[in-house]
Every structure is written in C-alpha cells, then in structure tokens.
C-alpha cells in the first residue's frame, strides 16, 4: 500500500498536497476509494480512503488509526564519522531502512572531506530528503533526521548527555550483546570515517563515558561498520525483548 509522511493532525479528513500530491495524482494515478497510508511521522500510521482530487490536492478520510510496529523499541543515533565522496549518501540510506532514529555526520580528524557552511547545509538537506524516501521505501514510522556536519567535540558532548554511548573502535571491545539493554530508551554510537577514529578521539568518548564495542575480528570500511552495527543492535534487543517476554 502506497505510503506518504504528512504533518500531525487531528479530525478524520485531511489532504496530501505538494510533490506527494502529484505523485499520487499523475504517477500512481490512483482514483477514489484506493486506500493509501499516511504517517505523522512521530509513530502513528493513518490508513485512509482517497475521497476526491484538487489538481495536486489529495483529500482522504481516516479508515483507522494504529501505531506504527515498525519502530525499535531503542532510539538509535548513528555519528558517523563523514567519509569520502558520496558514500554517506548510501549510509543514510540503509540506516534508515535498518532503524535509525537519527544520523549525524561527524567531523573527525581523520575525515577527508571537509564542506564549507554552504556545501554543508546543501548536503544536509540532500541527506533528508534520501532519509525520506527511505522512510516511506521501508514502512517507518517515524522520519528520522539527517542533521548538518558537526565537529566532533560538539558531537560528543551532545551523544553524552543523550544516554548511553558506544565506540566502535578497531581497538577491540566488548560484544554488544554485553552492552545493550532493552529498558534503555536512547542509544548513541560513534563510527569512525577512513581511517578509523583517531586515538585522542577514542579517549575523549570513554573519558565522557562511551563504552568500546566490537563488530567481531575483521575491520570493515566506514560505509559498513554502521549498518552492521545497526543490524546488531537490532537483532541483540530482539532476543533480549524475546528472553524477557519468555520469562514472563
């Protein structure tokens, strides 16, 4: 069923206007009484019936109103250490899908690429719209954002006063089955660009207490290591959810 993020409202009528109207429109040429989702994009999924066209105007009624069951039970915020060319590009991209709630490109010292103000917010605003269409690709229910290149000290300040935090760092660490908790409501985790993360960077995480994690024995590249982690992530609270539920 076709899927489309809207802004929260309230009532049993609304309209999909703008790019999501036309495509609906022209491309999908879909007609009415066709039923289409719509999500608020802060966890509710609305399941509509198309009830009359404007031009690019799309008006629907609300059928039903559901959370969304495709969200981790863990807010997860990938800081990316911001590679090369346009990788981060495909790293937004498959972390949506995976579960991200968040992702933030990060300027570390070992990062090539560099953008000015300008390039920065352009690339930023090229990243959400990717996070976008990902979203609606995979059936999310929130839209996670996609924020402009921040320095690294400024990043790790803001993951520390988030909640818990994890480094994966070539160095070693523990196996994140040992780290991550269901009952943790945020989880932040650093990813280092080509090259990896530098040491100084490393000891200024676990100083502000991150905690070193491992990905196993290989070194994967910096467009692999945070889907693997995400993926990981994802499967470690399943089985603890799963243990819990069992126990009860």
Excluded at 37 to 65: K, N, P, S
Excluded at 106 to 124: F, G, N
Excluded at 139 to 152: D, K, T
Aim: aromatic residues 6%; glycine residues 10%; proline residues 7%.
């Amino acid at each position: 069923m076709p899927r489309f993020f809207v802004p929260p409202f309230s009532g049993e009528e609304t309209a999909v206007t703008g790019e999501d109207g036309r495509h609906i429109a022209r491309s999908l040429r879909m007609k009415v009484g066709e039923p289409l989702t719509l999500c608020d994009g802060l966890g509710t999924d609305y399941h509509c019936e198309i009830t009359g066209f404007a031009g690019d105007e799309v008006f629907v009624r609300v059928v039903e109103r559901a959370p969304s069951r495709s969200e981790p039970s863990v807010k997860v915020t990938v800081y990316q250490g911001l590679p090369k060319g346009d990788k981060m590009d495909a790293i937004v991209q498959k972390a949506v899908e995976l579960g991200a709630w968040e992702i933030v490109p990060v300027l570390m010292r070992r990062s090539v690429s560099r953008p000015d103000a300008k390039a920065a917010v352009k690339k930023a605003a090229r990243w959400q719209k990717i996070a976008e269409e990902a979203a609606k690709q995979s059936g999310r229910g929130i839209l996670p954002q996609v924020l402009a290149p921040m320095e690294f000290s400024k990043a790790a300040q803001r993951a520390a006063e988030a909640g818990p935090v994890l480094l994966f760092y070539e160095g070693g660490g523990e196996p994140l089955k040992e780290l991550v908790y269901p009952d943790s409501s945020q989880l932040s985790f650093f990813v280092g660009p080509e090259g990896g993360v530098a040491e100084e960077e490393a000891q200024l995480l676990t100083e502000m207490g991150a905690q070193v994690a491992t990905l196993g024995p290989r070194i994967l590249r910096t467009e692999t290591a945070p889907l693997a982690a995400l993926a990981a992530v994802g499967v470690v609270l399943s089985n603890k959810n799963l243990s819990l539920t069992e126990k009860k």
